[in-house]
């Protein structure tokens, strides 16, 4: 999606899966975490809140599905403003990874941990079933069904996770810091799975301090520091040194490496075909 297609779905507030109007939100220590925050997410479009650790991504976060109150300011999913009557539907709207999947997975089995969240919707057996056995198969985790998740790898974990929440069949997708601690492999896995979600139908959020991860697979990035949000934009705002410095972010490995040629691409089939158009030319 173009800067053009962007800024025209963002500014039609009927497409906002999220809306968040100056958001405060201080901590009971007396730390502001959030000042005056606000922004646009629109439905379907794959959105990630990027910024250095400490600058207010997993607290605006935690308001998306109302687990903080705002003290100032509001926010709506889909129209409907995130407070106490709303809670059990908003709930079911939007799903939430967290970073650590420890904090969701806790059963004795992974088929009987995805079943978790289905059971508590009042659903039949069958219904249930149906939809374990489709969220394990989006995330590539049939040959774990039966194995306790206390003994599977992190990254094994937090497909569990993402499994558990599939299951539930939210609009909304939020992931909290999807790559904290996955080595290569994991993380490509996670990608991967990312890049199957999305259907057009389902919003996807992540919050990420991976420049990388955001540059490849975001069509709407924000960038945060000190609780605010600083810029919004498509993924070729991360190539702004001066924005990057500010948000204590780094340029993304493949915006480095084409800086000055004149082009911008996003993944490595994309730097593939611009390296052959060059060597060809």
């Not at 967290?98 to 508590?120: K, Y």
Request: charge should be negative.
């Amino acid at each position: 999606m173009d800067k053009q297609n962007l800024d025209k779905v963002v500014a039609d507030n009927n497409s906002a899966a999220v809306r968040i109007d100056e958001l405060s939100y201080r901590y009971p220590d007396g730390t502001n975490a959030l000042n005056g925050v606000s922004l646009t997410i629109p439905k379907g479009v794959r959105t990630a809140i990027l910024g250095a650790n400490g600058c207010g991504k997993s607290t605006l976060f935690f308001h998306i599905n109302g687990l903080l109150s705002p003290h100032t300011g509001k926010v709506y999913v889909f129209d409907d403003e995130v407070k106490k009557a709303n809670l059990k539907k908003i709930r079911q709207q939007v799903g939430f990874v967290f970073a650590n999947p420890d904090s969701q997975v806790f059963a004795t089995s992974v088929r009987e941990d995805i079943a978790f969240g289905p059971r508590n919707l009042s659903l039949t057996e069958e219904e249930v079933h149906l939809r374990v056995e489709w969220a394990m198969e989006q995330v590539g985790i049939m040959d774990l069904a039966n194995r306790p998740p206390q003994n599977l790898s992190l990254g094994q974990k937090k497909r569990v996770a993402i499994a558990g929440v599939l299951a539930m069949k939210p609009d909304i997708l939020v992931f909290d810091e999807p790559t904290v601690g996955l080595d290569p492999a994991a993380k490509r896995q996670l990608f991967s799975i990312l890049n199957k979600l999305e259907d057009g139908n389902r919003t996807i959020i992540i919050s990420t301090h991976d420049v990388d991860l955001a540059y490849s697979w975001a069509e709407q990035i924000i960038v945060m520091s000190n609780g605010q949000v600083v810029k919004i934009g498509p993924p070729e705002i991360l190539c702004d040194a001066e924005l990057i410095e500010r948000a204590a972010l780094e340029i993304p490995q493949l915006a480095q490496a084409f800086c000055g040629s004149g082009y911008q691409p996003r993944t490595a089939a994309e730097a593939n075909r611009v390296i052959s158009k060059l060597i060809n030319s």
